[in-house]
């Protein structure tokens, strides 16, 4: 709602063969780029052309290994286009890949667009977040609490593909995959609009189709500061599943990964701001900027102690994920939210004099009620969002806004 350029970018790449899966399996990519001008668009428009290709030229090692090298490759090559034109330097753009083998679901990714796994009433987040609220929660430096209110900006990432010649990637999985489980990837404008527990009730609910419109018009309805990405990926066929069902469950192992450049330029940029204000005697700002400077160089320090070992061989597990888990039910404060938002919509719609089916979607928000009135959440939200969509997309046809970018695929 509020970007003139769409910066996200996505790719959806089946095996075109039972031979292709199971050798590398099916791939979805979401990249949220960013950067001044046509930066931020080239970089993830990038990322997910080049992830994809060398992901299935490098068909001679490990999906793993393949992913790694690919996502590596693809960094070197956005970072040798920044340097070769000054409008694009320091260009960056986040990248979060799911790949769907016949050992699980393997998981790669640089930045803070998210890759959730929802099954039965849980939800899980399979990706860390490379940004520095969840850097310092996972350090230890702040509270959940804090860490919600706000205090700490949430769109500052510790990591993305592009500003630098070499960029750590994180690898998870390989997570179980049962017939029924659904994947979503997405960028931070859903993520940052929609709680978790939205995520999960929703996912869980819809359809594939409806999940992926209905997480961008919720974004939207909610202020879509951002740009809006989405990938709903449903496991629909035994053949995709895993032999061995082992629970999935959020945990933690211990390993080494490297000191994070920006906050080592964070806790650099305080301390000399320190010095300054010292040397001007303004003592308690002084005071302050050390503490912010200690509290970024810890957390560097502490994170480098943080990650899984990452091991070779196709069997190997990596990373530490899930790394958090979520209840997915609908219930009656989600339906509640959602019939205020269709109270809203159609105020706005009365006000400007847009053209809608009214009498169609009288009918079914009053069926929606009547599904809540039983306690029956599950079956009311579905409706209403079903009715939500549908609104949305009358309105965005008579306001030419057809332009989030979505998409869906059934396996």
């Not at 709903?232 to 945990?251: C, D, G, K, L």
């Amino acid at each position: 709602m509020r970007r003139a350029i769409n910066q996200d970018s996505l790719s959806v790449m089946p095996a075109e063969s039972q031979t292709a899966w199971e050798k590398q399996g099916h791939c979805f990519v979401v990249a949220d780029g960013m950067g001044a001008h046509a930066a931020g668009e080239l970089a993830s428009k990038l990322a997910v052309e080049l992830i994809p290709h060398h992901y299935r030229k490098a068909s001679d090692q490990s999906p793993a290994e393949s992913l790694h090298k690919s996502i590596a490759e693809a960094n070197a090559e956005i970072f040798r286009r920044g340097q070769a034109n000054i409008e694009f330097r320091s260009m960056g753009t986040t990248c979060s890949v799911l790949t769907l083998l016949p050992e699980g679901a393997v998981v790669a990714h640089v930045g803070d667009s998210r890759v959730y796994q929802q099954r039965g009433d849980q939800l899980y987040q399979l990706t860390f977040d490379h940004s520095l609220v969840w850097e310092m929660q996972a350090a230890g430096e702040v509270t959940d609490e804090t860490a919600r209110s706000g205090v700490i900006p949430k769109n500052v990432i510790t990591r993305s593909l592009g500003p630098n010649a070499n960029v750590q990637i994180d690898l998870e999985g390989p997570f179980p995959i049962k017939t029924g489980d659904r994947f979503l990837l997405c960028s931070d404008g859903l993520s940052g609009q929609i709680t978790d527990e939205e995520i999960g009730a929703l996912l869980r609910i819809l359809d594939t189709e409806q999940a992926a419109k209905m997480f961008v018009d919720l974004s939207n309805l909610r202020g879509g500061p951002d740009n809006i990405t989405a990938i709903v990926v449903e496991v629909v066929s035994e053949s995709i599943a895993t032999a061995t069902q082992n629970a999935i469950s959020v945990r933690r192992n211990s390993g080494t990964k490297s000191f994070s450049p920006l906050l080592g330029v964070v806790a650099a940029v305080c301390f000399l701001a320190a010095l300054i204000l010292f040397l001007i005697q303004l003592w308690p700002l002084a005071i302050v900027s050390v503490v912010l400077g200690v509290i970024a160089l810890t957390t560097g320090l502490i994170q480098v102690f943080w990650n899984a070992e990452e091991s070779s061989g196709s069997t190997a597990r990596y990373g530490n994920g899930p790394y958090r888990q979520y209840k997915a039910v609908p219930n009656q404060p989600l339906f509640e939210h959602l019939a205020g938002t269709m109270k809203s919509l159609r105020e706005a719609a009365e006000e400007r004099g847009w053209k809608v089916r009214w009498e169609q979607l009288d009918k079914r928000f009053a069926d929606a009620c009547a599904k809540a009135d039983e306690k029956d959440f599950g079956a009311a939200i579905n409706i209403q969002s079903l009715v939500i969509v549908d609104l949305m997309d009358q309105i965005r046809k008579q306001r030419g806004l057809d332009n989030a970018s979505d998409s869906d695929i059934d396996l």
